[in-house]
């Protein structure tokens, strides 16, 4: 079973095709890290798997039932965006009663215990808290929901690194304990290299790559290697990116390592060095290598 799938999403806005044909599947009991450059989609994305928006074409379909005003569904869901929303004066002891009358799942007494992890005035207006305290409120609200599906935009933007830590701790303790699903859309690969085992990259409205994290780790190799003088690259190589400086080559290449290591030492290399690969250089590898890398611009 899966928690989350979209099977050929189109959605366009005013010509702009914002989801193209969009496949993508969370398993179930899944951290499912989805990324990509601004405008990629991932917002678009989101909005479809809440069921805020219908698509153009395709399916949507949250724990195997489409989404879209799909009441019973969307009770088993609990959602934090960039900027998470609230009435207009409501504090967050406000929203906790309002959730609680429209979720059969809403837990009183997590909502208690979760008090001594979130050091809010929960009578005080949410919109007089800072950005960090509003997203501390929304968490608190959303772990008290119980959710079968957690479905966080950017959810620790604003925290400070405390605050972090005990947030992922109460989400991970969640997926570890109830078999909670957990889609989580963000820049910082960092953070999500320590906790998804899952990725999705959006590119232009589609899924260019969807793996777990060890095999995409598995079966993208970054190698340091010195050739001999006029010696060339075995073919056959899959180059996600090339670089040189001297002697020294540094190679990024699809495949695993073994069987790489073997093929470059048929070259028979003066140096070669197999080096671990961060999700983050993955990221920019899978979307152009060195056309998407920062470049250097002189003013």
Partial sequence: MNAIELKGVTKTFDGFKALDKLDLTVPKGAVYGLVGPNGAGKTT????????????????LLLEEPVYENVSVKERVACIPDEPW?????????????????????????YEKLRSAFPLDELRPIRRL??????????WLALA??????????PVDGLDPVMRRQVWSLVMGDVAENGTSVLVS??????????????GILQRGRCLLEKSVDDLQETTVKFALALPEGAALPEGLDILHES?????????LRGREEELTEKLQSAQPLFLEAQPL????????????ADYAVKDILL
Avoid: W
């Fill in 45 to 60: 994305a989101i909005r479809h798997m809440t069921g805020m928006l219908r698509p153009d074409a395709g399916k949507v």
């Fill in 86 to 110: 609230f009435f207009s004066g409501a504090s967050t002891r406000d929203m906790m009663e309002f959730y609680r009358e429209i979720y059969p799942r809403f837990d009183q007494g997590r």
């Fill in 130 to 139: 800072s950005r960090g305290m509003r997203k501390q409120s929304a968490f």
């Fill in 145 to 154: 929901l119980r959710p079968e599906v957690l479905i966080l935009d950017e």
């Fill in 186 to 199: 963000s820049h910082n690969l960092r953070e999500l290299e320590d906790v998804c085992d899952h990725i």
């Fill in 244 to 252: 040189a400086a001297g002697r020294l080559r540094t190679l990024i």
């Fill in 278 to 289: 961060t999700l983050e250089e993955i990221f920019i590898y899978e979307m152009g290598g």
